[in-house]
């Protein structure tokens, strides 16, 4: 899985080379916010910049082994409830740190023990899996590598990780939403190999 969420600067490029659609408006400044995470962007833009950087985007099951590690953790830097040395993104509305979005790799300590920045904070990430609110209950999930189910009764996509606004309880890494196809302020992704 990628290290860090993929920029404003990256997608820029793909834009460019007429693979990508242009992300909402709103906050998209690939000069002035050259490394804070794309959001404001579908799915399917997500899919298209993957597979224009050679990538495609991580399943639900990879991207919570990149965020919790071996030793089951409740967030990527551990066990322990965050504050704003961690990805204090997440947490602004709590804890006062004062952030929304920001550069990515801005919190060292909140790195997951696979060395992946920003699992949480700044914004959730689409994964490539349709969401099934029971899904981890069945028998194909409990393989090791689970890939998800083929389609989403309702056609919702999932998302995994937190945004700036989110609770500390909605940003542990086995927290799961589901989503419509559709681009939101709190909402990026990362992609995968």
């Known amino acids: 899985i990628d290290l ?71 967030y990527p830097w551990g066990n322990e409830r965050p504050d704003c040395s961690v990805p204090a993104t997440t947490f602004a509305n709590i804890f006062g740190c004062g952030f929304s979005y920001q550069p990515v790799r801005s919190f060292p300590k909140g790195v997951s023990p696979f060395g992946a920045f920003d699992m949480t ?33 309702d056609g919702m996509r999932t998302t995994r990780g937190c945004a700036f606004d989110d609770t500390p309880e909605d940003c542990r890494v086995s927290a799961r939403r589901s989503r419509e196809d559709v681009a939101s302020t709190d909402i990026g992704f990362r992609c995968a190999h």
């Open 121 to 153: 904070g700044s914004v959730e990430e689409w994964v490539a899996d349709w969401y099934q609110a029971d899904y981890y209950s069945t028998a194909s999930a409990s393989a090791p590598n689970p890939k998800g189910p083929d389609s989403s009764p």
């Open 4 to 74: 860090t969420e993929v920029t404003q600067q990256a997608y820029e490029k793909c834009l460019s080379a007429g693979a990508c659609s242009e992300p909402g408006a709103e906050f998209w400044d690939p000069s002035g916010r050259a490394n804070e995470p794309v959001f404001i962007v579908t799915w399917e833009q997500a899919r298209d910049y993957c597979a224009f950087a050679g990538k495609r985007l991580p399943t639900e099951a990879e991207w919570e082994k990149a965020a919790r590690g071996d030793d089951r953790r409740l």
